[in-house]
């Protein structure tokens, strides 16, 4: 079975910049979530989508992220502009169905520096 | 808001040896608690979870408890090998109308030496 993919793996940027990550979650799996992971810390949930609905956004910082799922399968996530905080692993995570206790799988991620 | 606490941060066993990690958690509506295991630079897999309608669960060296009364839930490793070496995560589900939301402690560094 697939896993989660995510790209690129790596983005190196400077403050202000945009930038934009992309994930394909594992074949028919319907909720997706982003995860923010910041060096020495557990994830942190910033949106969770179930097919292309917004399930809860309440930790995503609307003023610079953004994300969509148009077609219920990938993703994308931008940060316009970008701040020397947003320094991170952004992990993507699929689950198969849309209840409660579903085992989350998670992509390799993508690490990026701010600089 | 859920709020997860977890300890230690680091934790440097013999091979052989066990290891605990304890985590405990602040939503009572919370009834998943799933362990992750990230290697670095790798991405977070589960290698364990309970459900809050049961207290213990085993899977070959690992087993995991939970009080739910207490409110924490415990990760056990046993007869500990070099490749166990990682960091170690606990998450507890969001209650209420976030469903499948997950919420994770700081993590636990895993040294096992030879």
């Known amino acids: 079975e697939a896993g989660v993919a995510q790209s690129p793996r790596y983005k190196i940027i400077e403050k202000r910049q945009s930038v934009a990550f992309w994930c394909n979650p594992i074949?028919?799996?319907?909720?997706l979530y982003w995860y923010q992971q910041i060096l020495g810390q557990g994830p942190k949930l910033l949106i969770q989508f179930q097919n292309n609905g917004v399930v809860d956004d309440s930790q995503l910082p609307k003023d610079r992220f953004s994300a969509e799922r148009l077609k219920g399968v990938d993703s994308t996530l931008k940060i316009q502009p970008a701040k020397l905080e947003d320094s991170a692993v952004y992990l993507c995570a699929s689950s198969l169905g849309t209840g409660n206790n579903e085992k989350l799988f998670f992509g390799s991620g993508t690490q990026l520096s701010v600089l | 808001g859920e709020n997860v606490e977890q300890h230690p941060s680091t934790l440097s066993v013999q091979e052989g040896d066990s290891a605990v990690i304890k985590c405990t958690y602040s939503d009572s509506a919370s009834n998943y608690f799933p362990w992750y295991k990230q290697e670095l630079g790798k991405r977070p897999q589960l290698i364990i979870d309970?459900?809050?309608?049961?207290g213990e669960k085993k899977d070959q060296r690992i087993a995991v408890t939970l009080n739910k009364t207490a409110k924490h839930f415990s990760l056990h490793i046993t007869e500990t090998q070099p490749e166990d070496s990682a960091v170690y995560f606990c998450a507890a589900s969001m209650g209420g109308g976030s469903q499948g939301n997950l919420i994770f402690g700081k993590g636990t560094k895993l040294s096992v030496k030879p």
């Open positions: 309970i459900r809050s309608n049961v």
């Open positions: 074949s028919g799996h319907a909720t």
